[in-house]
């Protein structure tokens, strides 16, 4: 079935520092990705989307890129801040579920230290 | 956009009692979700609850533990049941916009 897989944290840089979060997916067909974010005691939100390849998301200064080939949607910030520390969960739907039903990643925590 | 409401937003509970969560949405929906996210863990979705059907569960998940109603396109609720520790989750209603889901904030279950 589908899944997602994002690298482990936690993750942990200094302000300012560039910022990787690698997700990769399996899926048949062409899923819609989505980038989550559930900062300290708040619900989850939507950070950004990419609904077909070669798109890119972004959002806040964060970046991703539906890439088919290599079936990956890496999040990216150039440059971190305090405030970005919470838990990123990369998500997908399946093509057709119209925002429906996420399969989520495990999550990666990223506390940014000042 | 959606904004959902969720009640309790946590709780503490004995084990063998029952607990419902409730999820309130400001606008009309068809379908909402109720998922599980269990410590240092991902979410899974545990069912999806239709107005006027029967909710449909996840592989995993069933009726008799996790009992769902769904009365009106606006309110939904989840009843952990029969609760162990292992029940010991944040819990999320979740609804479907146009492309994204919205979430509530979730609810906070530990299980003593």
């Known amino acids: ?114 | 956009s959606a904004v959902i409401s969720q009640k309790p937003s946590r709780d503490i509970c004995q084990r063998g009692t029952s607990l419902t969560i409730q999820c309130q949405v400001d606008s009309q929906v068809t379908m909402m979700f109720w998922y599980r996210q269990q410590p240092g863990q991902s979410l899974t979705l545990i069912a999806t609850a239709n107005q006027g059907s029967e909710a449909t569960y996840e592989s995993g998940f069933v009726i008799d533990k996790f009992p769902i109603s769904r009365p009106n396109l606006t309110f939904s609720t989840l009843t952990v049941s029969n609760m162990s520790p292992e029940d010991s989750s944040i819990y999320l209603c979740s609804v479907a916009g146009r492309v994204e889901a919205f979430f509530g904030q979730g609810t906070r279950l530990t299980v003593v």
């Not at chain 1, 994002?6 to 980038?35: D, H, K, R």
């Open chain 1, 1 to 114: 079935g589908d899944s997602v897989t994002q690298m482990e944290g936690p993750v942990t840089l200094s302000e300012e520092a560039f910022l990787t979060i690698n997700c990769t997916y399996t899926a048949t067909g062409y899923p819609s990705l989505f980038w989550y974010v559930q900062y300290p005691g708040e619900g989850l939100q939507l950070l950004l989307k990419a609904t077909k390849a070669d798109d890119k998301g972004s959002n806040k200064g964060f970046e991703a890129t539906y890439r088919k080939e290599t079936t990956s949607f890496h999040l990216e910030k150039g440059s971190v801040q305090v405030s970005d520390s919470a838990v990123y969960f990369c998500a997908l739907t399946p093509r057709g579920n119209q925002g429906g039903k996420l399969i989520f990643g495990q999550g990666t925590e990223l506390s940014v230290k000042p």
